[in-house]
């Protein structure tokens, strides 16, 4: 993967981060230039470094940016962070790719980043794309309509394949695109790259459904909300996991007790509720770790996570993680091209896992997880 000299970091972070406020400076190594067409888009090109693709392209309109609350089409002034984001849309507007750099802070014992910070970037870039095509910025990526309805969306499936674990100033490239799912839900997708290389390091999709937020029960996709949501949709039907029967597609059985491997008690965090005052889908994530066999970890590293959402989890509730193996001889023939499909499968495991409130035993949600033995240490 691309590794950036602490000086280069600096550079692209000022950019990024708003390390220099006030009109730009021309900086070493770190040109800027505009391009003659469309005249909305500046590129920020690490330049001096033969490694490097292509310029890193930012969404920045002196006219102004669609507006979020004026719905789809509008315009209004742009904000900084528009100006300073490292994505942009595709050309046909179809898609939204995103560079990311791996912090410090975002890296675990492996010295490569966390399932967690992976998730966390897809759910960043995912917003930032909906905030980029004028939907609400409110953390529901509501159109319109939507919000006149009190609809929102919500998480009905994860699921992340890794191939590949960027570490510390390795630079990703994301990109999304969202698509109908159904006469009652949608899905967004991801691409994971290498930056400096183009290698997909990961895939990811998910599903959504549509939520009345008063009565909280499921409602139908009317048309108008389809023709809204989807305008900025690829036309043809494009899939992160176009292989058949991939792993993405296959149900989740219940946990029964007992389980092999538990880990009772966990209760949400002020940190782990969202800007809607839920617990944030990545916090499951960790939750389910929780009980995972020690050895297991220590041996091996994830590589793919499915997580079915079957209810929403508040601030009180308190939670138990159960972990059991599954046989996962059949399963591990299709794993997508990763290379679980052509090496020594005794190098992996796979496990069920339940997240179920502690009290009544309702379900949170089901899991299954992918761990291949861990490569040699970078």
């Known amino acids: 993967m691309m590794k950036l000299s602490c000086n280069a970091v600096d550079q692209i972070h000022g950019g990024a981060q708003c390390r220099f406020l006030g009109p730009q400076k021309s900086r070493p190594g770190f040109a800027l230039r505009r391009k003659e067409a469309p005249p909305s888009i500046v590129t920020y090109s690490c330049g001096g470094s033969s490694s490097s693709r292509r310029g890193i392209v930012a969404v920045v309109s002196d006219r102004g940016a669609v507006g979020a609350e004026n719905g789809p089409g509008r315009v209004e002034p742009i904000s900084l962070a528009d100006r300073l984001r490292q994505g942009s849309l595709a050309e046909d507007g179809k898609s939204y790719r995103e560079c990311f750099i791996v912090r410090s802070y975002e890296v675990g014992m492996n010295k490569t980043a966390t399932v967690e910070t992976i998730a966390n970037?897809?759910?960043?870039?995912?917003?930032?794309?909906?905030q980029v095509v004028g939907f609400s910025t409110d953390g529901f990526a509501t159109t319109t309509t939507m919000r006149e309805l009190h609809l929102i969306w919500v998480t009905a499936r994860m699921h992340i394949e890794i191939y590949k674990y960027p570490a510390w100033?390795?630079?990703?490239?994301?990109?999304?695109?969202?698509?109908?799912?159904?006469?009652?839900?949608?899905?967004r997708d991801w691409i994971l790259k290498d930056y400096a290389t183009g290698q997909v390091i990961g895939r990811a999709t998910s599903k959504w459904v549509m939520m009345n937020q008063d009565t909280r029960r499921l409602q139908k996709v009317s048309d108008d909300v389809r023709e809204e949501h989807l305008a900025f949709a690829p036309r043809e039907l494009r899939l992160a996991f176009p292989e058949k029967n991939n792993s993405s597609l296959k149900k989740i059985a219940k946990l029964e007790d007992p389980a092999q491997y538990s880990?009772?008690?966990?209760?949400?965090?002020?940190?782990d509720l969202d800007m809607n005052q839920h617990v944030n889908n990545v916090t499951y994530i960790g939750w389910v770790l929780e009980s995972m066999p020690q050895?297991?970890?220590?041996?091996?590293?994830?590589?793919t996570i499915t997580l079915d959402y079957r209810r929403e989890c508040q601030q009180d509730d308190i939670v138990d993680s159960l972990t059991n193996v599954e046989n996962a001889e059949a399963s591990l023939k299709g794993t997508n091209g990763s290379p679980a499909a052509t090496e020594n499968q005794n190098d992996y495991h796979q496990f069920l896992h339940l997240l179920r409130i502690s009290g009544d035993?309702?379900?949170i949600n089901r899991g299954r997880t992918v761990w291949r033995k861990k490569p040699a240490r970078r």
């Open 121 to 130: 970037l897809l759910q960043e870039v995912g917003c930032n794309h909906a």
């Open 169 to 187: 100033s390795d630079v990703v490239e994301i990109e999304t695109w969202c698509q109908g799912e159904g006469r009652i839900g949608t899905r």
């Open 263 to 271: 880990r009772l008690g966990l209760v949400p965090r002020r940190a």
């Open 295 to 303: 050895e297991v970890i220590d041996s091996h590293e994830l590589q």
């Open 361 to 363: 035993g309702s379900e």
